[in-house]
């Protein structure tokens, strides 16, 4: 029996979510193991092989897919742990990312800092002026050669570089997305030099126009090639030593699956791999619930994350902001904040205000409730305290958590300083985490026009169900859902991704639009693609889609268009350029475009899809209203300003018909749903929970 397995390793846990050949889903978690990351991969298909009562060699074996999806690399560009890495460029152009743009100074920063002009400062440089070389070589725009490359000038700088420690370099010379010779002569001297040290060429990893932001893609790229190298490695070593000896599938920011041994090649395009999962996902539930427009929104121990499917469709850009710095990579458009249940609460001494974040307990040592050496208060700590989770029933019975610890953990931090009750002190902690969630989910709808009313909201994570009451009441959202596999959706999203490679090429464009040079640009894209799917043995059951990215001209502002065919007419280019200009109105609002301004076609775009085997959710017939079956008990739960009896119900009896009014709370094995008063929860035919807000 072939199984597939799905992977998503957060910074508290690492779900897990196992499919056999008829569609039927087992899930679970394990605390994710930050110093040694398959360790917990380990355990949490350990934990769910236990659930399918087979050894977890015997599971191992029979498994045809094994993915993941990971926050390795993004934890590892937050704390600066990557390797040192250099920067060959045209000679004259040096200081390009230093200098940066504009927007270098303030993107990336929190809201209220961009509007402080002391806050204001560049990130600091993944490579420092020291280790950037100037090359002696030039193309023009079009890439025609006007300066060969100087071999002499590649040698001194790797020489030098090399003995400087340097462990990958990059290469981004003006032009090479035009034509890429220099550069790939620039590789082979460096592999003649010396052979071990790991290369990012700009014409490989980010051929498009912008100076600035393809060089910064390429020295990420050299940053954490070396480091994602050796965790494939160590990942698969683990993996083996269990009894798995396939390749493993690793989660992209473009919502498709790619083998590990193509990582390294890019890794930039995994870097918000994690995230991107629940939102393919959501689509998928969206689709089969006739929801187009979905919000999707995933509250785990470290983070909360916000996608957005607008007509089906996740949103998707060809630009990503990590750490303060804008990269060129393929991306479903995930936006995060540091809010989740291990989101630290402090007070801050000179304004003596509360805050909540961006700082977490993460899985080590977590929570001050979960016992394992945590002291600081977090917003975990604050929902026990308000029993809207019960210490017995946290992590399917298997963590105790401890009430008066996180109490007096409160007490201490939060209460001493502000002088302010316990429960309330909780109740504000919450509070302040659902407002600051509210807001970024407001950033991607109500500040781009559009309307939270016309979307339904759904929740996942192990925290989100617990908070998705309150966040989704405050921006207006009618319905929210909660995913039976919610706590793991993201793996669930990972395990059932099709393999997608993406391949792009500028070739700037203006009117009057030669269709055949058009076909020229996608012919040769589709060619790499091909290319590349009969090196990994794909002879059929894929699909390749076209897209090119455009713009008014003299603006900065891109779109990404579908090209559903060949552009063999004046007819059908003049078609391409309608669609650009309807849907530049729907992202900027109506009459915005300016289409005397002219249209400019900078970047083509070619997708290679594999189709995934897809997890079959299962109906189950209906029931009737009454969820008394489901009933456990009643507790006292602290709503808005005072604790009342509060009925309990089990989600794994609750059945399609069930109506619930709250206030009520729903216990899952990894996750709790408080329905707030004046709530309604119905179960639906698929047991997701529809919360009326």
């Known amino acids: 029996m072939p199984y597939v397995i799905g992977l998503d390793v957060g910074g508290t846990f690492t779900d897990c979510v196992v499919i056999d050949h008829d569609g039927e889903v087992v899930a679970d978690k394990a605390f994710t193991t930050p110093a040694n990351t398959a360790l917990g991969m380990v355990a949490a298909i350990e934990n769910a092989s236990n659930t399918l009562r087979k050894p977890l060699d015997r599971l191992l074996q029979e498994t045809h897919t094994l993915a993941l999806g990971t926050t390795i690399l993004t934890n590892l560009l937050i704390k600066r742990g990557g390797a040192k890495v250099a920067l060959l460029t045209t000679k004259g152009h040096e200081d390009a990312t230093l200098i940066g743009r504009v927007i270098a100074k303030t993107e990336g920063l929190p809201e209220g800092e961009k509007l402080d002009i002391l806050a204001w400062g560049k990130p600091e440089p993944l490579v420092p002026k020291s280790l950037i070389k100037p090359i002696t070589e030039r193309m023009d725009y079009k890439g025609k050669v006007i300066v060969p490359i100087e071999p002499m000038d590649v040698e001194r700088a790797v020489r030098e570089l090399t003995e400087a420690g340097v462990e990958a370099l990059a290469v981004c010379f003006l032009w090479s997305f035009m034509n890429p010779s220099h550069e790939q002569r620039a590789k082979e001297i460096i592999a003649r030099i010396s052979p071990d040290l790991f290369i990012a060429l700009s014409s490989d990893v980010a051929p498009v126009i912008g100076e600035y932001e393809r060089a910064l893609t390429t020295v990420m790229n050299g940053y954490l090639g070396p480091v994602a190298v050796k965790e494939k ?101 995930v936006m995060s904040i540091g809010a989740g249940g291990g989101s630290l609460a402090w007070v801050d001494p000179m304004t003596r205000t509360l805050h909540v974040g961006p700082n977490s307990a993460g899985s080590n040592p977590g929570p001050v409730c979960y016992m394992r050496g945590g002291n600081e208060p977090t917003v975990t700590d604050a929902d026990v305290v308000l029993n809207r989770i019960s210490p017995e029933n946290f992590f399917s019975g298997r963590q105790r958590l401890d009430r008066d610890r996180a109490l007096k953990a409160i007490e201490e931090k939060i209460v001493s300083p502000l002088g302010l009750d316990a429960i309330r002190a909780a109740k504000g902690i919450i509070d302040i985490v659902d407002a600051r969630m509210a807001d970024l989910i407001r950033k991607l709808t109500v500040e781009r026009g559009l309307d939270p009313r016309d979307f339904v909201l759904l929740s996942y994570g192990g925290a989100g169900p617990t908070h998705v009451g309150a966040y989704g009441r405050e921006i207006g959202v009618r319905l929210a ?121 900078l970047t083509f775009h070619v997708a290679s899809r594999l189709r995934a085997v897809q997890a079959m959710l299962k109906k189950f017939p209906p029931a009737g209203p009454d969820p008394q079956n489901a009933l456990t008990g009643h507790r006292e739960v602290y709503w808005e300003d005072s604790f009342l009896d509060t009925p309990v119900f089990d989600q794994r009896r609750l059945a399609p018909g069930n109506q619930i009014a709250g206030p009520a709370i729903i216990e899952a094995p990894n996750t709790t749903v408080p329905i707030h008063p004046g709530q309604r929860a119905s179960i639906d035919e698929y047991l997701n929970i529809a919360i009326e807000l």
């Open 233 to 333: 490695e160590a990942i698969r070593g683990t993996f083996a030593a269990k009894g798995f000896h396939r390749p493993i599938l690793v989660m992209q920011s473009n919502g498709g699956v790619i083998w590990d041994e193509e990582i390294p090649l890019r890794p930039v395009n995994i870097l918000a791999s994690g995230p991107v999962g629940g939102v393919m996902e959501a689509a998928k539930v969206g689709e089969l619930l006739n929801f187009p427009n979905v919000i999707a929104t995933d509250m785990g121990g470290t983070s909360f994350d916000v996608g957005l499917v607008v007509g089906a469709e996740p949103r998707l850009a060809n630009s990503a902001l990590y750490e303060r710095f804008r990269l060129h990579a393929p991306v479903v458009e």
């Open 481 to 601: 859902l909660v995913s039976p596999y919610s706590p793991v959706f993201s793996a669930l999203g990972i395990a059932s991704s099709d393999i997608v490679r993406h391949y792009a090429k500028s070739e700037p464009m203006q009117p009057p639009f030669d269709g055949s040079e058009i076909e020229r640009v996608f012919q040769g894209l589709e060619t790499k693609a091909l290319d590349d799917l009969q090196r990994s043995g794909v002879r059929d059951g894929y699909t390749l889609n076209r897209s090119v990215s455009m713009r008014f001209r003299y603006q900065v502002h891109e779109i990404q268009v579908p090209v559903p065919t060949a552009l063999s007419s004046s007819q059908e280019v003049d078609q391409l350029l309608e669609e650009f200009v309807d849907l530049y109105e729907q992202a900027f609002g109506r009459e915005t475009a300016l289409k005397e301004a002219g249209i400019e076609m």
